[in-house]
């Protein structure tokens, strides 16, 4: 399936009944179809010209630390913005620096790129364990900063047109984990940040801070894919689900974490339908106890 694609993409790029669970964070996913890995823009709209043609589903994916893919895989073609496309690039401005990053820039590379140039703003970032394109799009955050608070502009591709575009910050209609690209489907190609000079040691001392409140508090040791849910207004789902004694509720290799209730995580050898099994629960037992409904921050993409 998809073998002339040989024709035009180099092979090194492209990966036949490729097992996703290598690609995301959770370690969870079966074989898709193909997953491409473009080098440049021009790979991605030859790609993109292909897949509008011959009319194939398609997803795009970063670091893959908030999907969970089904056990079927996937059929069509994953389009993966890695570290193939990352680059980061500053300019001095009246202001401080602008920071122009590649979409498939590490946030952690991104945030210690700030760190050393004495730049603020970043240091929320420095352990969310996604790519930037996948963070504007989620407007990822953490401890009070997000990325809204720093993005000044991004650039895209048209997957339907196929043009390189750019979105001012104003167009991004960001508000918590949400922009527009959730609705638009547009390609993330780079992000530029506005960060204000500051004092390396200060910076540097804030990111370990952060740092170490993750490793205390988050069940790091084990695959997941963060929060499972999204915060509900006021509340916090972590709290909730300890509330509702669901701490440790397990199926199959699935387990709301001891450690921080609010993630579900892979013990070893857990499947989507058991991840699946332990969100259904969860949301029902929640909402039958406190008539919150729980809605899931993780993306769930199914195989066909
Ligand atoms: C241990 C752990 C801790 C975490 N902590 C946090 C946290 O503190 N705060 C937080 O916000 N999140 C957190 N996350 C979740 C996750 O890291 C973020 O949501 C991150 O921004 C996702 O980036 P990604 O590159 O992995 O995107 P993916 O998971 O690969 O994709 C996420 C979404 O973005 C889309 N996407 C990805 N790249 C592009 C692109 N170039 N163009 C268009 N669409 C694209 C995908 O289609 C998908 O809809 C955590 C996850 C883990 C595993």
């Given at each position: 399936?998809y ?14 009944n ?6 995301t964070?959770f ?11 473009p080098?440049s ?18 997803v ?9 893919f ?5 059929r ?7 570290s ?6 500053a ?29 603020t ?22 401890y009070?900063g997000?990325?809204s ?15 390189v ?52 508090k ?8 963060g929060?499972?849910f ?19 509720y397990?199926?199959g ?17 857990a499947?989507?339908e ?10 029902n ?5 406190f ?9 769930i993409?199914?195989?066909?």
């Amino acid at each position: 399936m998809y073998t002339d694609i040989k024709n035009f993409l180099p092979s090194n790029i492209l990966f036949f009944n490729e097992p996703l669970k290598k690609h995301t964070t959770f370690r969870i996913g079966g074989a898709a179809d193909l997953l491409v890995t473009p080098q440049s823009e021009e790979q991605l709209i030859k790609l993109f010209k292909y897949i509008k043609e011959n009319c194939i589903r398609y997803v795009i994916i970063g670091n893959g630390s908030n999907l969970l893919f089904s056990d079927e895989g996937y059929r069509g073609i994953i389009v993966k913005i890695g570290s193939e496309l990352s680059s980061i690039e500053a300019i001095p401005c009246e202001n401080g620096m602008i920071i122009s990053a590649g979409a498939g820039t590490l946030l952690s590379k991104l945030a210690l790129f700030a760190c050393e140039n004495s730049l603020t703003g970043l240091e929320f970032a420095s352990g969310i364990p996604g790519n930037v394109g996948g963070a504007v799009l989620m407007n990822a955050g953490a401890y009070d900063g997000e990325i809204s608070q720093v993005l000044v502009r991004s650039t895209y591709l048209d997957c339907e047109n196929l043009s390189v575009c750019t979105k001012n910050f104003d167009e991004h209609d960001f508000s918590y984990r949400h922009s527009s690209y959730e609705n638009d489907g547009y390609l993330i190609l780079s992000a530029s940040f506005l960060l204000k000079k500051g004092n390396k040691e200060d910076i540097l001392s804030k990111m370990k801070d952060l740092n170490n409140r993750r490793i205390t508090k988050q069940p790091l040791e084990f695959p997941s894919a963060g929060s499972t849910f999204k915060r509900p207004a006021g509340l916090f789902a972590g709290k909730l689900i300890e509330d509702a004694n669901l701490k440790g509720y397990t199926v199959g290799g699935a387990k709301v974490s001891e450690k921080h209730c609010g993630f579900v995580i892979n013990t070893g050898n857990a499947t989507c339908e058991d991840v699946l099994g332990v969100i259904k629960y969860v949301q029902n037992t929640v909402f039958a106890k406190f008539g919150v409904e729980l809605e899931t921050e993780v993306k769930i993409i199914e195989a066909q």
